[in-house]
């Protein structure tokens, strides 16, 4: 029995110290970590994830349902497209075609009303309020410096970083994208506190603009950036100037750094399938919402040029814009909202349609830039979608059969 006690001890001596040193190590958020992930059974952060974070509440003020295709439902999955997305553990999946819902369905613990984790699908949405800000003149410009208005980086080596920099993930600061690192800074950005003064804390590694590297720190500043001008919380503004003016059906939630009263910008805005493709169908149309122009043309366009800045193997990045995925499926280029564990907006501008997807899990394979499941979702997508017509299908350009060359020949 004594032996018992020791030993009983001896583990309680043992994490007290372990706490302590997180602790003086400033790596306390740890403890968070574990408490909503491996003490109830997770390997990491999932979709419900609000429950274990402060959140702040943007508001649907004035809510706007969709309306419904003639052709509403009238799809049926085949079995091996039910399989393949019961395998990836999807909740929800959405087909949005000329403005109205052609396919909607759920599974799991999915719903139309249920709050589900952006991940970094939040970063797409705060480019837009960078958008807006520019175009309430709070912002002169991308081209300018952070600094101007982040005045704690003057004097800084992040000075020079611009607005434009941190939008196409080219600011070259030492932050890093290591998702299974406890003492990383995605760790400390999603569950620890102070987050305003440790992301700035971060050191210059590379000159602005020269290399193109995915980092949430990034998404950060320019929250920051958007708090300091506005005067508003990133919330506040998304309300004032999207959720509330898109229509949304339902509140959503966005977590926050209570400590700094900032948001985790990088990520963590819940919401459900039907509201977030309104972000999707507001890029579909430059900007404009049922003939209200809420983001510039200029802006979309702008989102969604490739950055073409080399990444760290020397190739031009064609495949990211300001916080948007750029892809081509089959000839079809499209535009993605992207987040952890398989969350996507995708705007199918061809086919004038939307594709929300939510759910627990993606693939771990990569092809050209995006995970295999996105091409997978694409696929299912384009058999629900009406098929276009024979008179608008576009003819092979001449440089795609040999016409050209013959006609170049001598």
């Not at 819940?270 to 977030?276: E, V």
Request: net charge negative; with cysteine.
């Amino acid at each position: 029995m004594p032996r018992l006690i020791k030993f009983i001890l001896f583990i309680f001596i043992l994490l007290g110290v372990g706490i302590l040193g997180l602790y003086i190590t400033d790596n306390e958020h740890v403890l968070t970590a574990l408490r909503s992930t491996y003490l109830i059974g997770r390997s990491g952060p999932d979709t419900d994830n609000h429950k274990f974070f402060e959140n702040r509440t943007v508001q649907a003020t004035d809510p706007q349902p969709w309306e419904y295709h003639e052709d509403f439902n009238s799809h049926r999955l085949s079995l091996e497209d039910s399989t393949l997305l019961a395998a990836y553990r999807t909740t929800s999946f959405l087909v949005i075609h000329k403005g109205k819902i052609l396919y909607e369905n759920y599974w799991e613990d999915g719903s139309d009303t249920m709050w589900s984790n952006s991940f970094s699908m939040a970063k797409s949405i705060t480019s837009m309020l960078i958008g807006e800000a520019i175009e309430d003149g709070l912002i002169r410009s991308v081209e300018d410096k952070a600094s101007d208005y982040l005045t704690d980086l003057k004097g800084t080596d992040k000075e020079d970083v611009t607005i434009k920099h941190l939008l196409q993930m080219t600011a070259g600061i030492g932050f890093d994208e290591h998702y299974g690192d406890p003492f990383g800074f995605m760790a400390k950005a999603n569950y620890g506190d102070e987050m305003y003064q440790k992301t700035l804390s971060y050191p210059q590694v590379y000159e602005p603009g020269t290399r193109w590297e995915y980092l949430g720190g990034c998404t950060l500043l320019l929250s920051y950036i958007v708090q300091e001008v506005t005067g508003k919380t990133c919330t506040e503004h998304a309300q004032e100037r999207l959720w509330g003016p898109l229509g949304a059906e339902q509140d959503a939630l966005w977590t926050y750094d209570p400590s700094t009263g900032r948001e985790r910008a990088f990520c963590c805005f819940y919401s459900n399938a039907t509201d977030f493709a309104r972000f999707g169908q507001l890029f579909l149309c430059d900007g404009n919402w049922k003939g209200e122009q809420l983001i510039s043309p200029q802006w979309v366009e702008e989102s969604l040029t490739p950055c073409m800045v080399p990444d760290a193997t020397g190739e031009p990045v064609d495949h990211y814009g300001y916080q948007w995925w750029l892809n081509s499926h089959k000839g079809i280029d499209v535009q993605c909202m992207r987040g952890l564990k398989g969350q996507y907006v995708i705007v199918i501008p061809e086919r004038e349609a939307i594709l929300v997807r939510l759910g627990h899990e993606r693939s771990d394979e990569r092809i050209d830039h995006a995970p295999k499941d996105v091409y997978e979702f694409l696929d299912i997508a384009l058999k629900i979608l009406p098929p276009i017509p024979e008179e608008y299908k576009r003819e092979p350009l001449p440089a795609d059969s040999l016409e050209l060359e013959e006609s170049l020949s001598p």
